[in-house]
């Protein structure tokens, strides 16, 4: 036994720091740009700016990394682009709060000024999340790391908004938008989110202007009522058929307002009236177009009612929504209030409730940008996994609205656009010096700036270099993969299939694989209000980076959510422990005592040794089906599935099987020729084995591969990063050998499980007979000596026609199959029968326990439900172990 550097416990902190410094130094990460061979490309989603590692991100991260370095030993030109998102609304909600704390208030300070101190958060920040995504061993080339607010990607930005203004794909005009009167901006459609919330539907008596009676209309937001000029009722609707053309007064202000005929009303919902607020609600604002009603702006942008709200100007929107209708119940014009939920519009950043408000805004018209779009999924151009979501693609993509695309903050792309006194409105790629219509040098930008979205779009182009035609777009566009979450298919996803399509004439990812959330033990979504969230970096910190990864991705399937529980990280860290211990007995066993160079060959996978045995060759068999299994499944992009293949080779194949029946030839005590060869085949097939598993296992726990490979005599190259991935070999095909081991571990763990039911210790020698016939009785005969050592069975006996000897337990495998433990001799029997009767009383004890909490009305109503399903868990196993045990009394008396 030689020495190793491994030392005895693997400490993920000793290894991974060393590691990615090792890996960045080396620039194995770097992309080649090697036309000769394929490439394969992957744009990081851009963190914000703002954030830190979050569960959603360390999956994410986890999935690109495993399929990059997966591709990269496969032998792509692999190009993993990192990169950061300036998070136009979020950043500056942040460093004004920063600031505020500071006494600092960010409009006293100025534009410039403000954008200055956003930077220098920016450049704080985004070294943090570099650190942590360092931390985790992401794999990207970090020499071509962008920003979206780069001068590369800015000058993107500028092509793109002049040349869509140019094809008449962006406008300006006022329209109803989304306006968040906390963030001060406009909002797009999706940047709203909507959800149910309790609330109250009131009637309000419109009275007739003649004095002949009134019309009820209902409202969830009675202090619109100021602003309305119309009441819509049906055009068919026989109710109210002699009313229109006449008008109401609005009460309060004593307004007239006209009566109309409009199919958008619903004549089932309430009374078949509604009221018509133009200025604050967009199918209103639809009717108001119709038929020319008035548009009055009664809410302003800081949610303050208007001087045309008359006597409640300057009221915030609620406490006047309070106001009216206590003015109106003392009027008598409330018909009645009731309990009513509806969906309530909220700002995403903030979770103010939106004001939809009349506004000058930017739109890009996105009905011409879609259609290519939703062409392009429908002929797999682009395809999403799972298929699921292409269905949420096109139902958004066929059902889209224009984007308002201006947002009224500092921090983002400033809008290329400038405005003369003349009236002129300029938009250009460059700064105009003056106007081209009335030569005045007198013009001013617009203040706007640019949805973070936009800049977002244009990603997957913008940062290999378009507009310019750079060698980097050239090769690695369109990218191959993008990984991303469900929730951002619309803010994202589709709006970069418009713009790739737009303006390179390709789909910008061939392939979109969306991942789930990664929820609490409990299946809750993690959250700071819950305090449930889990932390990355601590779960790294405790178990090391390739820990977690292996739990995120073990327990992911494409599109769903998981659960993060802390018993898959320990079962992790486990694996990690059982993977280093396996590794470093090889490396303690491959070289004589004080030698540091291999005294045997390097393995031939191509030309194999005759003499191999039927273990060698079953653990060929095994390598070589697991290399071909966790390579179709990563082509499916099935990653949990292949994590638990190599999982289920390197636990049970290799470490608990092989290892062990590894030991026989490599401890021989006599000094033959023939012991010297087996010992020699033995390491060289140990090498080869350990360096093919650790290439298996590299794109998922890249530092304790790498680690270890660094280890092993013959490797091919300096890096296990840039080794070359497993291939699948027919001169590894030995199906009958691997049909034979399956019998012969059968068989193993039968007798290990006949044994444990009557606690023999684990050493103690015990003979076994064994009911077999044709290759499972010539392999077991064969094998007596690894049986001998790995079960304890000594003598074996192997028979086609044994009969179950007396006093014996009995494990039935197949028809031709059968195991026999013999207890003369080895079990005191009346010591046995005691000890199980008494266990056998203990058990029928913990199941009246267990039934009458089953059986209690209380404890099935009021205890958590997973404490329920815990007990009838419990209760099932209790039965179970109790079959089991009468069984056993059975068999000794």
Known sequence: MSETTLPPVYDPAAVEEKLYKFWLDGEYFKADRDTERQHFTIVIPPPNVTGSLHMGHALNNTVQDILIRWRRMQGYDTLWLPGSDHAGIATQNVV???????????????RD??????????????????????????????????????????????????????????????????WCPRCHTALSDIEVEHEDESSTLTHICYPLENGEGSISVATTRPETMLGDTG????????RYKSLVGKKVILPLLDRPIPIVA???????????????????????????????????????????????????????????????????????????????????????????????????????????????????VNNDLTRFIPPRFTRIYKNWVENIRDWCISRQIWWGHRIPAWYCECGEVIVDYDEPKKCPSCGGSSIEQDPDVLDTWFSSALWPFSTLGWPDETPDLKHFYPTSVLVTAYDIIYFWVARMIFMGLAFMGEVPFNTVYITGLVRDALGRKMSKSLGNGIDPLEVIDHYGADTLRFTLITGQAPGNDQRFRQESVEAGRNFANKVWNASRFVLMNLYDEGATEPDYPRFNPEDLPSDLNRAERWILHRYNETVQKTTVSLEKYELGEAARLIYEYLWNDFCD??????????????????????????????????????KLLHPFMPFISEEIWQQLPYRDGEALVRADWPVVLKSHHFPDEASDMDTFQEVARAIRNLRSQVQIPPGKKAAVVVRASGRAAACLKEESHQMSKLAFAEPLIVDSGADKPEQALTAIIGDDLE???????????????????????????????????????????????????????????????????????????
Not at 232 to 237: G, I, N, P, W
Not at 854 to 859: A, I, K, T
Request: glycine share 6%; net charge negative.
């Open 96 to 110: 004004e709060k920063h600031l505020a704390d500071e006494g600092i208030n960010s409009r006293e300070m100025g």
């Open 113 to 178: 000024a403000f954008i200055e101190r956003v930077w220098q958060w920016k450049e704080t920040y985004h070294e943090r999340i570099t650190k942590q995504l360092y931390r985790l061993g992401v794999s990207c080339d970090w020499s071509r790391e962008r920003f979206t607010m780069d001068e590369g990607c800015s000058k993107a930005v500028r092509k793109v908004f002049v040349d869509l203004y140019r094809r008449g794909l962006i406008y300006r005009g006022d329209y109803m938008i989304n």
């Open 231 to 238: 009441v819509a009722v049906h055009s068919e609707d026989v």
């Open 262 to 376: 409009d199919d958008y009303v619903d004549p089932e919902f309430g009374s078949g009236a509604v009221k018509v607020t133009p200025g604050h609600d967009p199918n209103d604002f639809a009717i108001g177009q119709r038929h020319n009603l008035e548009l009055i702006k009664i809410i302003d942008e800081d949610a303050k009612m208007t001087d045309a709200a008359g006597p409640y100007a300057g009221l915030d929107r609620f406490a006047c929504r309070k106001k009216v209708v206590a003015d109106l119940q003392k009027l008598g014009a409330v018909e009645k209030i009731e309990d009513y939920d509806h969906a309530v519009g909220r700002c995403q950043r903030c979770s103010t409730v939106v004001e939809p408000l009349i506004s000058r805004q930017w739109f890009v018209r996105m009905k011409p940008l879609a259609e290519p779009a939703l062409e392009a």
């Open 657 to 694: 099987w092989y290892v062990e029946i590894s030991k026989y030839y490599l401890y021989r005590s006599d000094n033959s020729a023939e012991a010297d060869k087996d010992r020699h085949r033995t390491r060289s097939l140990l090498t080869y084995l350990l360096d093919g598993v650790m």
């Open 819 to 893: 195991v026999f433990l013999p207890l003369e001799g080895v079990v005191d029997f009346e010591a046995e029968i005691k000890r199980l009767q008494k266990e056998l009383v203990q058990l029928q004890n913990e199941i009246k326990k267990t039934e009458g909490k089953l059986s209690s009305s209380g404890f099935i109503s009021k205890a958590p439900a997973e404490v329920v399903e815990k007990e009838k868990a419990r209760r099932e196993e209790q039965e179970s172990k109790l079959i089991k045990l009468q069984e056993r009394l059975r068999e000794l008396s």
